[in-house]
């Protein structure tokens, strides 16, 4: 399987002529939709998901169909059968890939500021994109996409993030909010500069390409 970041919280999923789109959001090149075969949303945040974007993907490729969670679904009203509502617990077979569906509700930001849904996806049993939230699959991951910077954590969160999950690999997403110092940084405690996991951490620049 190769891995496609896409900028920010965007990563395509391909293998041979399949390919499968996570968090396709408004800072991610358009392009990571050409193509797809099927597209998951974490949750609804203008980051992972532009409506009116995917929606003119869908028009355009009658093929194309839409993993989700409720809230994104309805932002999504009149697409018909092809967007999918998924929860926690859930399995289904997603562009020729099998996906199980994990975790429930967006991170906490601030007390004060309402929790909406967030699920993350484990791909191939291999891949977990766990949108913006720290959740642990109850299965083993090969390879973890770590957000590596947001409004709601911390680098420490991060760190004990990847330790919990103990996954072969990790790679940073969700990092559009940084410069290159910063996911520099982030990076290093991650990595050689921290307090040590046993994952490997790297950063992807946006079209580069990996095999998972």
């Known amino acids: 399987m190769e891995l496609t970041k896409?900028?920010?919280?965007?990563?395509?999923?391909?293998?041979?002529?399949?390919?499968?789109?996570?968090d396709p959001g408004a800072f991610t090149d358009p392009a990571a939709l050409e193509g797809a075969g099927a597209v998951l949303v974490t949750h609804e945040h203008a980051d992972?998901?532009?409506?009116?974007?995917?929606?003119?993907?869908?028009?355009?490729?009658?093929?194309?169909?839409?993993?989700t969670n409720a809230a994104v679904a309805?932002?999504?009203?009149?697409?018909?059968?092809?967007?999918?509502?998924?929860?926690?617990?859930d399995a289904v077979t997603v562009a020729g890939f099998e996906v199980t569906v994990h975790g429930e509700l967006h991170?906490?930001?601030?007390?004060?500021?309402?929790?909406?849904?967030?699920?993350?996806?484990?791909?191939?049993?291999?891949?977990?994109?766990?949108?913006?939230?720290?959740?642990?699959?109850?299965?083993?991951?090969?390879?973890?996409?770590?957000?590596a910077s947001a409004p709601w954590s911390s680098t420490g969160e991060l760190i004990d993030y990847v330790r919990a999950v103990d996954a072969d690999q990790a790679y940073g997403v969700h990092d559009a909010l940084l410069s290159?110092?910063?996911?520099?940084?982030?990076?290093?405690?991650?990595?050689?500069?921290?307090?040590?996991?046993s994952t490997p951490f790297t950063t992807l620049a946006t079209g580069e390409t990996v095999t998972v």
């Open 74 to 89: 309805a932002l999504l009203e009149g697409a018909g059968t092809r967007v999918h509502v998924v929860g926690a617990g």
């Open 180 to 197: 290159e110092i910063g996911i520099g940084l982030v990076a290093g405690l991650l990595g050689e500069r921290g307090p040590g996991t």
């Open 107 to 147: 991170a906490v930001v601030h007390p004060e500021i309402p929790r909406i849904t967030n699920i993350g996806f484990l791909v191939g049993g291999e891949v977990f994109h766990p949108g913006d939230a720290l959740t642990v699959p109850d299965e083993p991951v090969t390879t973890l996409l770590v957000p």
């Open 6 to 22: 896409y900028g920010h919280a965007c990563v395509v999923l391909s293998e041979g002529e399949q390919r499968l789109v996570i």
């Open 48 to 67: 992972h998901v532009v409506p009116d974007r995917l929606r003119a993907a869908l028009d355009a490729d009658p093929a194309l169909e839409v993993w």
